[in-house]
C-alpha cells in the first residue's frame, strides 16, 4: 500500500468519565485498515477541538449547541456524592441534596452538573478540577457532587459514593461538526454507536437493483388452429370408416343391424 493509499486516520475526542473502549474494539474489528486516533479532552475544551477539525467526532456531555454541531444522546448517568468511607453519608443506600444541608458540597470549575442551586454549605473558593476537589474530601474537608462515572475514574480507597436522588443529570452524547454530506468514516462510527450490524447500508452507496431477466412464453403446441383442424378431419373419415359393416351393411348402428327395418340376423 501506497503513501497515498494509507486511509485517513479517524479522530474521536473523549470527555473524562466517557469509556469508549467498547466503539473503538467494534471500530477495529470492522475497519481494520483505518486507524482510530484517542485523544482525552475537558468537558470545557471539547467542542473546540470539535468546530476546529481536530477531531472527527467525540464523546461529550450535554448540552451541544446546534448551530453548528450535530449530536446524538446516548445515556443518562446516575449523580452520586463522593464522601470518606467513614463518613455518615456512606451507611445509607441513596441520599437526596437535604442530606447534604450541612456539608460543604466543593463545586469545581469543570463541573457538569447543571445546578439550580448547589446543595450545602458554600465553600470558600471553587477547585480548579475535579480531581482537586477529590483531594480535598479525601483530607476529610467537603464532599463533592460529580456524574458516576467521573466517581469511579478518580476513585481511591479511602473513599466511596453513594446516589443522590434529586440532583441534575449528566446525558453523555456523540458530537460531530455538521456538514452535508456527513463524512463516510463518522457515518461509520455513528453506525457502531447506534448498533447497527454490519451489513447495514446506512452511510454507504446502496447496489442499485437489477432488472430481472424476461421469461419466454412457452411455445404454443401443435395441433391447435389449422392444424387442429386437420386432426378433427381424420377422425370424422376414421368414423365414417368404422361406421362401414365389414358384411356390407350400410353404415352406422343401423347398418350394423341389417338396415333400417331389416331384421337382426341370427346367428348359427
Keep these: 500500500m501506497t ?3 494509507v486511509p485517513h486516520a479517524f479522530r474521536l475526542a473523549y470527555v473524562p468519565g466517557v469509556t469508549p473502549a467498547k466503539w473503538v474494539r467494534i471500530w477495529n474489528e470492522r475497519l481494520p485498515d483505518v486507524p482510530l486516533a484517542l485523544a482525552q479532552v475537558s468537558s470545557a475544551e471539547v467542542f ?12 461529550v456531555r450535554l448540552p451541544v ?6 449530536a446524538i444522546p ?31 458540597v466543593w463545586q469545581p470549575l469543570d463541573d457538569t452538573l447543571d445546578w439550580e442551586k448547589l446543595p450545602g454549605q458554600p465553600a470558600i473558593e471553587r477547585p480548579a478540577t475535579t480531581a482537586d476537589a477529590i483531594e480535598l474530601v479525601a483530607a476529610g474537608v467537603g464532599v463533592l457532587v460529580v456524574p458516576q462515572s467521573l466517581a ?3 476513585h481511591r480507597k479511602d ?48 447496489t442499485p437493483p437489477q432488472p430481472k431477466a424476461k421469461r419466454r412464453a412457452p411455445e404454443k403446441a401443435t395441433g391447435t388452429g389449422k392444424g387442429g383442424g386437420a ?8 368414423g365414417k370408416a368404422a361406421g362401414k359393416n365389414p358384411r356390407g351393411g350400410s353404415g352406422g348402428s343401423g347398418g350394423a343391424q341389417g338396415g333400417k327395418g331389416g331384421k337382426p340376423r341370427r346367428r348359427p
Design 152 to 154: 469511579r475514574l478518580h
Design 74 to 104: 446516548l445515556y443518562t448517568e446516575t449523580t452520586v456524592v463522593v464522601v470518606p468511607k467513614d463518613h455518615v453519608v456512606a451507611a445509607a443506600e441513596e441520599v437526596t441534596t437535604e442530606d447534604l444541608a450541612d456539608e460543604v
Design 65 to 70: 449547541d446546534r448551530t453548528d454541531l450535530s
Design 231 to 238: 386432426r378433427r378431419g381424420t377422425g370424422a373419415a376414421s
Design 159 to 206: 473513599l466511596t459514593y453513594r446516589p443522590v436522588s434529586d440532583a441534575p443529570t449528566s446525558r453523555v452524547a456523540l458530537s460531530w461538526p455538521q456538514a452535508e454530506p456527513t463524512p463516510d468514516l463518522v457515518e461509520e462510527f455513528i453506525g457502531i454507536v447506534r448498533g447497527r450490524t454490519v451489513n447495514s447500508t446506512r452511510g454507504r452507496p446502496q
Design 48 to 59: 473546540g477541538v470539535l468546530r476546529s477539525g481536530d477531531a472527527d467526532a467525540g464523546f
Design 3 to 5: 503513501g497515498s493509499e
